[in-house]
């Protein structure tokens, strides 16, 4: 409770910065839309870097006390936009190096924290706690923007990053607060490089073959998502010509998606099947996506968080199946490397996304880049669909090692 209480609060002040931080550029530093691509790549270019070192480093140490440092670490840095923007002293050179900066903290709090929820709960309880954890991201989602939009019109973009700082602090106080201890870490391995550690969690996700599959289906999915990420903003500004402080209420509307996504999962799941909902939620429930890009200026915009809301709800129904599967499978004295390598591809992929979306963004025009976006990111699921998933009703609850279906 502490954990999830913690990272609603969190995840809050995040929903609040993915609105203020490109405002800032776009607004107050009037930058270009490659200058947003490149700054939205930014933010997720740290996991293709360093996202398997982390992993390795985070089995060797305790995940609580990496997720207390790297919360400290992110207040500081979001905090200096805000206080840059007092002294007039703001510049495109040091959002791009917040982004990186808040980027690497990410990537420890989050390959910490999805190997941190095994050891506070039991292993058949994995869904409906990661359902109820992408629920509070989805909730954030919805309240998130439009509170970021409403602190973006009382305080200014860089302003409304105070309460990205803010939401730090509170996380910081709720893990502190935990008082389950997590097992140390294994033993096993203990003389191996570094080197030899990342290349054992490699090993294991590349040879999984449902693993794999996953991995691929992401990493599409999210390398258009990326694009869609960096269009965005220079989309309802400047193409549907929506006020900078209504745009988080426009994307709020998406995140309804996402929550009922998150609430709806464990059922689906168990009504679809485990397996089957992984392909099933790529390629049927998110087709509609596609909507969002014919928005036009008016009332038109409203397809935009519609589209943009089926989107979210295919993602989270996908996202919280194909986690609790991975959580499942996975040895725990591997369990920081699995997650590290497996976001090493699939948050890998988002940097490029966003430099690509700005790219053709500038040669093609937003809208058909979005056009684009959105088709890709539902054609990603067909990596599931051709896989041992579409045979299976239900995942074999097996060791990796010893499931025919489940390796190759």
């Not at 006020?243 to 168990?270: N, Q, S």
């Amino acid at each position: 409770m502490l954990l999830w209480s913690g990272q609603t609060v969190s995840e809050m002040g995040s929903a609040v910065a993915q609105v203020a931080l490109p405002l800032v550029a776009v607004v107050a530093l009037k930058a270009s839309t490659f200058q947003v691509g490149l700054l939205t790549a930014a933010t997720t270019l740290a996991f293709a870097l360093i996202a398997l070192p982390a992993g390795a480093l985070v089995d060797r140490g305790s995940k609580r006390t990496i997720m207390i440092v790297c919360d400290v670490l992110r207040l500081l840095i979001i905090g200096s936009v805000p206080l840059a923007a007092a002294f007039g002293s703001l510049t495109m050179a040091q959002l791009y190096a917040v982004a990186v900066a808040a980027g690497v903290c990410t990537v420890f709090f989050d390959v910490s924290y999805q190997s941190y929820v095994p050891s506070l709960i039991s292993a058949d309880h994995l869904m409906d706690a990661n359902g109820k954890l992408g629920t509070t991201q989805a909730f954030a989602q919805l309240g998130g923007p439009s509170l970021g939009g409403g602190l973006v019109g009382l305080f200014g973009a860089a302003g409304a990053m105070t309460a990205d700082a803010i939401s730090y602090g509170v996380s910081v106080l709720s893990v502190f607060g935990i008082r389950t201890r997590e097992e140390p870490p294994s033993a096993r391995g203990a003389d191996q490089t570094l080197r030899s550690q990342i290349a054992e969690g490699l090993r294991f996700v590349l040879r999984h073959e449902i693993l794999r599959r996953i991995v691929a289906c992401t990493a599409t999915a999210n390398l258009f998502s990326g694009m869609s990420m960096a269009l965005t903003m220079v989309f309802l500004v400047r193409v549907l010509h929506v006020r900078p402080a209504l745009t988080g209420l426009v994307m709020a509307g998406a995140a309804i998606g996402g929550i009922a996504g998150g609430v709806l999962a464990g059922r689906l799941a168990e009504k679809v099947g485990s397996a089957r909902v992984i392909w099933v939620s790529m390629l049927v429930f998110s087709a509609p996506q596609v909507v969002a890009a014919a928005a036009w200026r008016g009332w038109g915009v409203l397809l935009y968080p519609l589209g943009s809301g089926i989107a979210y709800f295919a993602g989270m129904v996908y996202n919280v199946a194909q986690l609790s599967y991975r959580q499942s499978v996975t040895p725990p004295e591997l369990m920081g490397r699995m997650n590290a390598a497996v976001r090493w591809v699939v948050w890998g992929t988002l940097p490029v996304g966003g430099v690509l979306g700005g790219a053709l963004g500038t040669l093609i025009g937003v809208r058909p880049a979005l056009w684009l976006a959105f088709t890709g990111a539902w054609a990603a699921g067909w990596f599931v669909f051709l896989s041992p998933l579409r045979h299976l009703r239900d995942v074999p609850q097996l060791a990796p090692d010893s499931s025919p279906v489940a390796t190759s």
